[in-house]
T-cell receptor
Framework: KQEVTQIPAALSVPEGENLVLNCSFT??????LQWFRQDPGKGLTSLLL?????REQTSGRLNASLDKSSGRSTLYIAASQPGDSATYLCAVKGRSGGSNYKLTFGKGTLLTVNP | DVKVTQSSRYLVKRTGEKVFLECVQD?????MFWYRQDPGLGLRLIYF???????EKGDIPEGYSVSREKKERFSLILESASTNQTSMYLC?????????????????FGPGTRLTVL
């Protein structure tokens, strides 16, 4: 059964710092990995999707990498801003067994960027 | 832009009531999903549907049922609400991985419904 772990659970940084959020998964048989952002009391906003054949994806100040063989992904945020404060979730879509449609989520990293 | 909407942002119900949560997507997606999100437990899949009138149980289907009569609409039903079903409920949709060769197949989420059962 796929398990997704995100470390750290919470992170507090001063504005302007570059930072890295980590995600690891136990079963490397995946279609893709998706990073989401969630503001308090709101739904999830998709940030980046990395297909299993890709190594990284970039969008603005965000860069996500995928190392499928080691079961790891990182989300790099450059020049962090207070508006980046949110919970960041990673999720993998498995391709083994009956999991072809399902995402397995980590529990998230709560990021606080202090002005 | 993909849009997934949910019928209510906040809902308060009493124990034993029948509760309907509605979700509508406007991108002709084949797959739709219902999750619940609880502190410390993360997101857990309740049910999903990969076509009209088709449904499959997720990880925690007990106490819930679903209905998908039209492609754009996926309903979650709590037959007899209980206090342990107090939670944030999130709906999502995506294209079918077997039909699209690619890239894409992101899941898009609605804004969530915070349900309180008293």
């Amino acid at each position: 059964k796929q398990e997704v772990t995100q470390i750290p659970a919470a992170l507090s940084v001063p504005e302007g710092e570059n930072l890295v959020l980590n995600c690891s998964f136990t079963d490397s048989a995946i279609y893709n990995l998706q990073w989401f952002r969630q503001d308090p009391g709101k739904g999830l906003t998709s940030l980046l999707l990395i297909q299993s054949s890709q190594r990284e994806q970039t969008s603005g100040r965000l860069n996500a990498s995928l190392d499928k063989s080691s079961g790891r992904s990182t989300l790099y945020i450059a020049a962090s801003q207070p508006g980046d404060s949110a919970t960041y979730l990673c999720a993998v879509k498995g391709r083994s067994g009956g999991s072809n449609y399902k995402l397995t989520f980590g529990k998230g990293t709560l990021l606080t960027v202090n002005p | 832009d993909v849009k997934v909407t949910q019928s209510s942002r906040y809902l308060v119900k009493r124990t034993g009531e029948k509760v309907f949560l509605e979700c509508v997507q406007d991108m002709d997606h084949e797959n739709m999903f219902w999750y619940r999100q609880d502190p410390g437990l993360g997101l857990r899949l309740i049910y999903f549907s990969y076509d009209v009138k088709m449904k499959e149980k997720g990880d925690i289907p007990e106490g819930y049922s679903v209905s998908r009569e039209k492609k754009e609409r996926f309903s979650l039903i709590l037959e007899s609400a209980s206090t342990n079903q107090t939670s944030m409920y999130l709906c999502a949709s995506s294209t079918d991985p077997l039909l699209t060769s690619v890239i894409g197949n992101e899941q898009f989420f609605g804004p969530g419904t915070r349900l309180t059962v008293l």
